[in-house]
């Protein structure tokens, strides 16, 4: 897994790296093998294995592909080309960089990588500096779930990204507390508490709190809560005119509502995610549930220890919903550009990104990957052998077409950290929550 944010700002260098089965987990910032900050590239001139081709390839923090020796793969595939990448640490550094040098025309690796916070921007304002990588040899559309495919594609059919990963949710539960609580511990069971209706999840959290264990509560934070509900739907922020609609979509205020529910209700452990303090609620279990995507669940292992192996769970959400992603695009100033399409179409390929989900952690964006052994029968031993292939494949195919605005991470950073945490955490009411929020991305989009 890279780096998957709700909030770029927290999340921007976090890798967790899931162990199919078990197996220690490995936390890294970035590819430690190449170096951070800004980064030049020569175009792909440079000659390699005997004056073969050398394609370079961009990222942001550990992408995965080169971890997972799929670069190393391909280079045996292909003797006369050599794949070299360039990791700058945090994607608030790399985006930046990529629009500038997309500006100008040079500095551009042969394939750059985009986080999906971003690729809406980068498709509606750089799809002219971008092959069409949907007319690349190998390429099947069909392939890709319809979402996935849509978010990279311009209304006039032109496809600048292939996706890499998704991150459809289920809901991460501690089968000891819900033990304790009354609650079943079957992971269908379970499923089948809130299935269909996220105010169902709230239900399961007021039972919850009835017989908590002491110390303990439902679930870490409203903010997380509010994120996964509207990430099932397929308007948000924007409509499909590109208009700013959050503060009048009943899908978002839907969302609020419900979150701030939780935090009045005191079902919440008032926690901001990706922090210390989180962190340290999944190692001393004070929280009994999180949303979370396929990639989430090593970050779990990783910070819940040998302490909660076989305590956690994994349970479908109540509705299908997505967090995180990425694509890679072809810039067509590269002096390599049907080489380097060929590559990334090959990176992106089924076969490769179930390669990757088995290594790696990140769920395919392939749908023709789901059948293949190493999804299809992947299952977590530190989370009761949960059939995670089958649990997120199902989840992945539930998510709507979703509108990707281009300030997308810019609202909902907002209505997280400047809206629903000072509900959270602070006491305040979920109207003055909301306004301190709308204000701030007001402010943020010069409104």
Not at 50 to 57: D, F, S
Not at 237 to 242: E, H, N
Not at 295 to 304: E, F, H, S, T, V
Request: charged share 20%; net charge positive; proline share 5%.
């Amino acid at each position: 897994m890279r780096t998957h944010s709700r909030t770029s700002r927290r999340l921007a260098g976090l890798v967790a790296v899931v162990a199919l089965g078990a197996g220690p987990v490995a936390g890294c910032a970035e590819d430690p093998a190449e170096p951070s900050g800004s980064a030049a590239y020569d175009g792909g001139t440079s000659g390699g294995g005997g004056g073969g081709t050398t394609l370079t390839v961009g990222v942001f923090g550990a992408f995965g592909l080169k971890e997972a020796g799929l670069y190393d793969e391909y280079m045996k595939l292909n003797k006369d080309v050599v794949v070299r990448q360039t990791s700058i640490e945090r994607n608030e550094n790399y985006y930046p960089q990529l629009l500038t040098h997309l500006g100008s025309g040079s500095g551009l690796a042969d394939i750059q990588a985009v986080e999906v916070n971003n690729i809406a921007e980068i498709t509606a304002t750089q799809a002219d500096k971008l092959m069409d990588l949907g007319r690349t040899e190998g390429v099947r559309k069909d392939s890709f779930l319809p979402w996935k495919w849509s978010q990279a594609t311009t209304p006039g059919g032109k496809t600048v990204g292939l996706g890499t990963d998704i991150g459809p949710q289920g809901i991460c539960y501690r089968r000891d507390l819900f033990a304790k609580a009354g609650l079943p511990t079957d992971r269908t069971a379970v499923g089948k508490l809130w299935a269909g209706d996220w105010r169902k999840y709230l239900a399961a959290g007021k039972r919850y709190k009835a017989r908590a264990p002491r110390g303990t509560v439902f679930v870490d934070s409203a903010a997380g809560v509010m994120a996964a509900i509207t990430g099932g739907h397929e308007k948000r922020f924007y409509d499909a005119d590109g208009k700013v609609v959050y503060k009048t979509n009943p899908a978002v205020r839907g969302a609020w509502d419900t979150a701030a529910e939780f935090a009045r209700t005191g079902l919440t452990g008032r926690l901001q995610q990706f922090t210390p303090a989180w962190d340290q609620g999944f190692a001393n279990a004070t929280f009994a549930t999180v949303s979370c995507p396929a990639w989430m669940l090593g970050y779990i292992q990783d910070k819940a220890g040998e302490a909660g192996r076989g305590k956690w769970d994994v349970a479908a959400a109540p509705r299908p919903s997505n967090w995180g992603g990425s694509f890679l695009t072809v810039p067509e100033t590269g002096r390599n550009k049907a080489a380097a399409a060929r590559l990334a179409a090959w990176l992106t390929a089924p076969e490769q990104q179930a390669k990757l989900f088995e290594k790696r952690g990140s769920f395919p964006s392939a749908r023709a990957a789901y059948d293949l052994p190493a999804v299809s029968g992947a299952r977590h031993a530190y989370f009761g052998n949960a059939p995670m292939g089958r649990i997120f494949a199902d989840a992945a195919q539930g998510v709507p077409v979703q509108i990707v605005g281009p300030k997308d991470l810019v609202i909902a950073q907002n209505l997280a950290d400047i809206g629903m945490l000072q509900v959270d955490q602070k006491g305040r009411s979920s109207r003055q929550g909301w306004d301190a929020a709308v204000k701030a991305i007001d402010n943020a989009l010069d409104r």
